[in-house]
């Protein structure tokens, strides 16, 4: 888990750079992947703006709605992601990325800033009075 800040964006890139975006938004744009890849916010921001965030994945059948955390995953325009290469046992070789439009903008500098926008908008319930989790647990 590393620590970013809502009002450094670069902060945010050196969590998840571009790289891992590009290489998420390609894994995500399989048909048949069970996994998903993204960024997960795990704290809400501090009275300085930092928060807890971190590259992760899961699976495709968890629920959306979560409460102490905020999952996203990078998703591109079809007309972004290339083509699939096609491979001698079906459509599941790399896929090749696409030049980028010059006309749809940036869609990893949006992604950073619906993150950002997420870890603003982001209340979660503030964690169990540490005396709830002592005493004896049974056995």
């Known amino acids: 888990m590393q620590t970013a ?5 670069l902060s945010i890139e050196s969590v998840y750079p571009r790289s891992a975006f590009d290489s998420d938004a ?3 744009a399989r048909d048949k ?3 998903e890849h993204g ?4 704290s809400m921001p501090d009275a300085d703006g930092n928060f807890s965030l971190k590259p ?3 699976h495709v059948g968890e629920p959306e709605a979560t ?3 905020i999952f996203l995953s990078p998703r591109l325009e079809s007309s972004e992601y290339g083509a699939l290469t096609p491979s001698d046992t079906g459509y599941d070789a790399p896929i090749e990325p ?5 006309t749809s903008g940036d869609p990893y500098r949006s992604f950073v800033e619906s993150l950002i926008e997420a870890a603003r908008g982001a209340d ?3 964690p169990p009075p540490a005396e709830s989790l002592k005493g004896f647990r049974g056995g």
């Open 124 to 126: 979660f319930p503030p």
């Open 26 to 28: 390609r894994q995500n």
């Open 98 to 102: 696409a030049e980028t439009p010059e």
């Open 67 to 69: 409460t102490h955390s």
């Open 33 to 35: 992947e069970t996994v």
């Open 56 to 58: 992760s994945q899961r």
């Open 39 to 42: 960024v997960m916010i795990l």
């Open 5 to 9: 800040n809502i009002h450094d964006p």
